[in-house]
């Protein structure tokens, strides 16, 4: 009895074992190495961060009109009535009235082409080009026209996409020059650098980053030769709510300011909001009332400068 025991464990062992190495076998191959998804762009790395802790938060009216004229063209209207901040030598917080008027155009051809145009009543110009030569190669051109001295600026972007990683050439005005690179290295880390020349001022920099991307989360570090260090994370509760912070640091002035917001989406509105160790406490609050037409409520203040600001507005058209 002892040998057929002895001969059953014998056969069953090495069955176990090429079971193991089947399974072991098959955990490794389920990751296709050469098939590492596409990063997002290198400048693009906190873009989700960006959205839920960085509305486009304004003190005032604002009022938005998008009129379009075909499938491809369409005009926008956008009135500004507020205040603005300008610089003091003191910590007073100095606020005058402000008011203006901008028009644009916008041709956006879904299939290559993108032009934007905006020209504001204080003379400021600024237009956006983006043309996808290929599926992969596409050029953007970013230019700024103003009345000031030494403010108009232009830049041009050279985006290359492959299977796993995005590279980007920058040329600008001032003798500037750019160089980004991003590479996925496992399906959910992708890690990147970037390099710079600013002719005009004789500086030169380096920087690093990473981005961890889950379905549930999203964590990036950015560190630059300048002495700035970055850290964020995205939580994704549900489909509908978002938990965000982030962390900066500079390193020549050793000063630190941590932030942590939510985004929050509704049926029918969308409310942002944020707080961070200055003392300063947003707010932003999209609600759609009809189809196309949006209300917008600013809300920031900030306990240690005692500065308080409020807006409100709406947008027509999408």
């Known amino acids: ?23 072991d076998n098959k955990g490794v191959d389920s990751v296709d190495w050469l098939n590492l998804p596409c990063p997002v ?46 610089p003091s030598q003191g910590a007073q917080i100095i606020k005058v009235p402000a008011a203006h008027y901008e028009f644009g155009a916008n041709l956006i051809d879904q299939r290559m082409t993108m032009l934007i145009g905006r020209i504001l009543t204080d003379g400021r110009m600024s237009a956006r080009i983006k043309y996808d030569v290929t599926d992969r190669f596409s050029i953007k051109v970013n230019a700024q026209i103003t009345n000031e001295p030494h403010f108009s600026q232009g830049m041009f972007h050279f985006d290359y996409r492959g299977g796993d990683y995005q590279a980007q050439l920058q040329l600008g005005n001032n003798a500037f020059y750019g160089f980004n690179y991003i590479q996925s290295v496992t399906p959910t880390l992708a890690l990147g650098g970037e390099v710079f020349w ?15 991307n889950t379905d549930k989360a999203i964590a990036t570090a950015q560190f630059a030769s300048t002495g700035i260090l970055s850290l964020t994370y995205v939580q994704r ?11 900066l640091y500079n390193w020549n002035t050793k000063e630190a300011t941590t932030t942590v917001g939510y985004d929050y989406l509704l049926r029918q509105c969308r409310l942002r909001g944020r707080l961070d160790t200055n003392g300063c406490v947003a707010a932003f609050l999209e609600e759609r009332l009809n189809l196309g037409v949006n209300f917008l409520l600013s809300a920031e203040i900030d306990h240690w400068k005692k500065d308080y600001k409020f807006g409100f507005g709406m947008t027509v058209g999408e």
């Open 41 to 86: 762009k290198y400048e693009e790395i906190q873009r989700e961060n960006i959205m839920s802790l960085k509305p486009e938060l304004f003190e005032g009216l604002r009022f938005d009109f998008t009129k379009p004229l075909n499938q491809r063209f369409s005009l926008s209207h956008s009135l500004f009535m507020g205040s603005v901040e300008v």
């Open 237 to 247: 509760v549900s489909d509908k709510v978002s938990l965000a912070s982030d962390f």
């Open 1 to 23: 009895m002892g040998g057929a025991v002895s001969y059953a464990a014998a056969a069953v062992l090495p069955s176990l074992a090429d079971a193991k190495e089947k399974t």
């Open 198 to 212: 600013l002719g005009q001022q004789r500086k030169s920099g380096i920087g690093f980053a990473g981005r961890y």
